[in-house]
């Protein structure tokens, strides 16, 4: 499965540098910054792994035994809108790095040291906002290239505007949590959850490879909830992993997402399930400037003996139970039940 | 003319807002910011003259006598764009009014004072970025329910998305030029008034009422023409009111864009034009805090005496000259001709 996913980006990145390619003469006709712009889009978004475009062309390939141009020209769209909603995204949490590597507004401030402009941070995020707002335009340009039949696109792009809306409301709501203080409810996670990761990054991908093959809209049905599963527990696991990783496991310090005070379903389960005292406790570690081990064991104890984990250890058994019995019902040759099955193993499993 | 775009400013305002219900209850099964993000979009777009919705539904009358469901659909969508870029923009210019009214990252601001919420000016210009975000995708979405023929929307999709990228990066470029002190020449001074003022305002609408209409590739390059010179002349004549129109005349302190050396065609010609000891002196004034009515008058006279006024009413009287006949040149019935005219005699004269 990793080796899939490796192989189809390896094709999606050199599709989608050749797309940047093709505007690279009509940019340059326009002013500096036209260029300057492909390539920094281009540095950023083959860093990634692709893996939403990879789904574009596994989800065509299980239905219809192959990918086709229209497969690679809406995964390229896919991770040319991923990687501005990135773009946007760094600039709301302030990160300077991504990858390893500045992040496109952070880029722009150098830009501006460099050249000694005034205000570089201003100078960086109002061309970070630019840079993204221009992604979106090269995303949608590509759907008047699509070769499939009219109702197919009109059916695809609008499934895509649909969910880009909502991952667009679901950040709002992000940005709300993070300014405030009141309480967040389970349900307001899972919502959370379901459309700004599982819907976004599994079902979005998965449906358009499905719409493009032309599939009735029972299996359609089947893909979203079957994304809506794989990126839960997706999500979820990725939760663990920042509460309890070590410095060694992640590459970042311990305990950031207890310094951060995040807004997981460990969170809100666990302040559910404890005492007043150990709510004291919590409320003291979590959000706290400085996090040790001790903390982290504390929570993780706490975790574990409150029934926390046990809570959530079954709502992602049976979200997994739901993801293997669609896999099990589709009508796909073994290969793609094995390399889903195998998908659906890693988002359970992985460690980093 | 400006009767005919008040008409149809209502109706596309109409259907403007029914646009946005059909989203309400979709928007309302997200979240809170759904249905709140929906009412402040419409209170903010319905506020101005749309003026480029009201151009694709003249460019389709023109041609096929009649606007189309598809035309207004497309008008929305300029509309949407426009105002998702408005949005962003605001925020780019830390403009906190704008037609009288709290802009939309302003009012996130206010929203987060009221709910007593962390670092409101932050809350703001993040929850500003998404509500553009999502205006794009709700503008895109349009796209998909058209039902022109396909080539027909393949066409007007990729021409959409090719302005709104020159847009971005003249919009780049405008915020390069903001922060930085090296010289502006006047190529680049024109090709900012062609693609962020005269082909977005004006070709972009009138171009995609004609190929609404299935215009043949000829009257396609006339109306790209014809944009480019009403939206040149419109922007010269923008930039005059700006150096020299009195307080009263336009409710904005007098001087303003001397004050904000703002560069434009006139701040060019006329720093080529004059001698170094009047250069110093207009270098004292540019920029300066506090312009007084005597530095408006001396930058004024200087404009005249230099050459500048004349050199620049030369330029304008060549782009009028070439408006009006491809206005005659065109096989449209006589009362069209009447308004594209009218909107032409509008732009050179206009005083606010």
Redesign the interface.
Known sequence: MEKYFKFKKEIISNEFVSYLKT?NS??EN?????PD?LNRLEHFATNGKMIRGGLVLLAQEMFSEKYTPDGIKVAIAIELMHTS?LI?DD??DNDYTRRGNRTIFAQYIDF?EE?K???PE??G???G??????G???A??L???LTAP?ET??????FF??E???V??????D??FA???SAVSKE?IL?MYK?KTARYTFTLPLVSGAILSGQPISNIALLEKLGESLGIIFQIRDDEIGLFQTEEEIGKPIGSDIREKKKTLFYTTLFQKVTEDEKNKLNDIFGSQVITPAMVRYVKELVISSGTYAVISEYITELSHSAKKIIDDLTINSEYKIILNELLIYNLKRSS
Chains 1, 2 share one sequence.
Do not use: E, R
């Not at 696109?153 to 609008?158: E, G, N, R």
């Open positions: 505007n009509a940019f326009i002013n500096f910054f036209g712009l909603l946007h600039i709301m501006a050249k402009l005034s205000s201003s100078f995020i109002n061309m906002i630019c840079v993204g707002d221009i979106f335009f090269l949608f340009s759907f008047s290239q009219p696109k009109s059916q695809l792009l609008s505007s649909k880009m809306i909502a667009g409301l679901m950040q709002m709501q940005v709300y300014s405030s203080n307001q919502s459309y």
